[in-house]
C-alpha cells in the first residue's frame, strides 16, 4: 500500500462517512469495512481510477455490468473497470455489488461490526487477491478509528426506530 499523507485519509473520512454510514443503513455492510476498502483500494481518492471513473473500490466490469467503463492496467494489462459519474455510485454499486453476488452472502452472516471477520471474509470470498488485504484493511480501521462510523450507524438506526 502507497504511503498517503495522513491529511488526505481524514478529507477522505470527512468526505464519504455519511456515504458509507448510509449504506450500513441500507445494505448491512459495516461502515468501516466500505471507508477502508474506499481508503486502500483508492488510495484516498487519490488514484487515476477514482480520479478518471470515480471508482473507488476498484470494480471490475465483469459480464453483466452495463453501465460507464474505463480500462486501465492492474493484474493483467487493459482490464475494464466500472465507471461512475458520482463517487456517491461507486459507493452504492459496491453495496450492490456485495449484496447481489452469491459468493459473499456468508458475509451477511456475521456480525455487522465485526470488522476483522469481514476483512477476512472479503479475501477469502476474492475480492482482492493481495494475501495482506484483511490485514490492511484491519489495520486502516484500527488506526483510523473508522469502527467508531459503525457505531453511528447504529446509533442513528436505534434513534430512528424510536421516532415511529
Given amino acids: 500500500m502507497a504511503s498517503v499523507p495522513t491529511n488526505a485519509r481524514k478529507e477522505y473520512i470527512k468526505s464519504y462517512s455519511s456515504i458509507a454510514i448510509s449504506q450500513m443503513k441500507k445494505h448491512?455492510?459495516?461502515?468501516?469495512?466500505?471507508?477502508?476498502?474506499?481508503i486502500l483500494e483508492s488510495g484516498s481518492g487519490n488514484s487515476f481510477l477514482a480520479r478518471s471513473s470515480n471508482n473507488h473500490f476498484g470494480i471490475k466490469c465483469g459480464s453483466q455490468w452495463k453501465g460507464k467503463t474505463s480500462y486501465h492496467d492492474d493484474d493483467k494489462k487493459n482490464q475494464c473497470f466500472r465507471a461512475y459519474s458520482r463517487v456517491k455510485d461507486s459507493y452504492l454499486d459496491h453495496s450492490i455489488f456485495l449484496t447481489s453476488n452469491q459468493r459473499y452472502a456468508f458475509l451477511f452472516e456475521l456480525k455487522k461490526d465485526d470488522y476483522k471477520a469481514w476483512a477476512r471474509g472479503l479475501k477469502k470470498a476474492g475480492y482482492a487477491t493481495d494475501k495482506k488485504y484483511p490485514l490492511k484493511l484491519i489495520n486502516l480501521i484500527e488506526r483510523l478509528n473508522l469502527k467508531r462510523f459503525d457505531r453511528d450507524a447504529k446509533n442513528n438506526t436505534k434513534k430512528d426506530s424510536n421516532k415511529r
Fill in 28 to 38: 448491512k455492510i459495516p461502515a468501516s469495512i466500505t471507508l477502508a476498502q474506499g
